[in-house]
């Protein structure tokens, strides 16, 4: 991200200096190169932007961390839901689990009343004929 920040601010001040320079006017003259003014006052421009851009640069990286941590802070979120909801499927399979086990030894003990509450009637029915004879 920094270096496509770095090359937009290269690429938008170079064509700046582009636009309003022609450089074909340029001369050379004894390894010195000679100017026309507008190319001057462009590079003067440019010489005077170059700080901005870089402080412009420097708050765009800090920007840049801020929205890493925030993105960081986010996937952190995102994992703690994905355990919270792990958890309270695993706690639902436990509860559910021990729903069906007190449900079928609900159903056993309304046997065993029924299987006793019969052997008590027919033990009463004998003992009430044994009574009588």
Not at 16 to 41: G, M, P
Not at 49 to 70: F, H, M, R, S, V
Not at 112 to 122: E, I, K, M, N, P
Request: aromatic share 8%.
């Amino acid at each position: 991200m920094k270096k496509v920040i770095i090359f937009i601010c290269s690429m938008v001040l170079s064509f700046s200096v582009l636009a309003e320079c022609n450089w074909t006017t340029i001369q050379q003259k004894d390894d010195v190169f000679v100017y026309n003014r507008s190319c001057h006052l462009e590079v003067g421009k440019l010489v005077t932007i170059a700080p901005l851009k870089d402080k412009e640069i420097i708050l765009l990286k800090e920007q840049n961390t801020k929205n890493e941590e925030i993105l960081t802070l986010k996937d952190l979120e995102i994992k703690k839901i994905n355990e919270k909801s792990n958890l309270w499927e695993s706690n639902s399979k436990d509860l559910n689990e021990k729903i069906q086990k007190i449900e079928k030894y609900n159903k056993i003990e309304n046997w065993l009343y029924f299987g006793a509450g019969s052997l008590s009637v027919a033990l009463a029915v004998y003992l009430a004929s044994k009574i009588t004879k």
